[in-house]
Every structure is written in C-alpha cells, then in structure tokens.
C-alpha cells in the first residue's frame, strides 16, 4: 500500500472509533439520566439539562477527533 492509501484507512478506523466512542459515551449518559428521571420526576428538568450539557461536551471532543483524523489524511 501506498502512504496516502494507509493515511486515509487510519483515518477511516480514527473516524469510527470517534464515533463509536461518542456514541457509547452518550449512551452511558442517557441510561442513567432516563433512571433518574423516572425515580424522580420533580427533577427531571435538572436531569435533562444535565445531560444535554454533557452530550454536547462529547460531541464536542468528538468533533475535535474527526477534525484530526481528516488532517492528518490530507497532510
């Protein structure tokens, strides 16, 4: 394989591991936030925007790792 062939496939596996990782990290999130909220009703507007908050600091770093990827294939 030629270097430029090996940059895109790393960062093809980068890309899914970002996402994979998000995707695991929202969902350890939302499980217990959905818990939470179904034991506690009265605090399900905290809970919710809690979680939102936190979703979006993943998706975040999540976002930084596939910007990354990308560069480095096309360095």
């Known amino acids: ?7 895109f496939l790393g ?3 980068g890309a899914g591991l970002v996402a ?5 990290g ?11 909220s179904a034991r506690q009703p009265e605090a399900a507007g ?5 979680m939102i908050i936190a979703a979006a600091l993943i ?3 999540a976002l930084f790792g ?3 990827c990308f560069a480095l294939a096309f360095k």
């Open 46 to 50: 905290d809970i919710r925007t809690s």
């Open 20 to 24: 994979l990782g998000a995707g695991l």
């Open 1 to 7: 394989m030629e270097p430029t062939a090996l940059a």
């Open 26 to 36: 929202i969902g350890r999130l939302a499980g217990p936030a959905m818990e939470g």
């Open 11 to 13: 960062a093809g596996l």
């Open 59 to 61: 998706e975040g770093v």
């Open 66 to 68: 596939l910007v990354i």
